[in-house]
């Protein structure tokens, strides 16, 4: 008897044990979680769009096995690298910033510049 493996079902498979919860705010963990679960998608559909569009210019047969198929080139996955890099790059952007305030001491917020003009006459 062949078994069949349902995606929805596996999807929503909890691991054993209890969850363990690394921010201070589950619901915020949970938000950050589904975040980053888009994140990963827009990712992968990128690679295969990246991917239809290299098939295309090869004059090659565009098809779910060609694509599944399809291997880069040394350049091709450099490029696609350095992709990922700006990508993940831009996404965590404001940690990276913040991170860098920090270092820098103490600076006005663009909140704390608006409330001086606003109470300047």
Do not use: C
Request: a negative charge; hydrophobic letters at 40%.
């Amino acid at each position: 008897m062949t078994q069949t493996l349902d995606p929805i079902t596996l999807a929503g498979a909890k691991s054993k044990g209890k969850r363990p919860w690394f921010l201070e705010n589950p619901d915020v963990e949970r938000v950050m979680n589904i975040n980053l679960a888009l994140i990963q998608e827009v990712a992968v559909m990128h690679e295969r769009m990246d991917t239809i569009e290299r098939l295309l210019e090869r004059g090659e047969t565009v098809s779910k096995a060609s694509i599944d198929a399809f291997t880069p080139t040394k350049e091709e996955a450099d490029e696609r690298g350095l992709w990922m890099q700006e990508y993940i790059a831009r996404i965590f952007r404001i940690i990276q910033q913040d991170r860098e305030a920090i270092e820098r001491g103490n600076e006005a917020s663009s909140e704390d510049v608006a409330e001086e003009f606003a109470t300047v006459d």
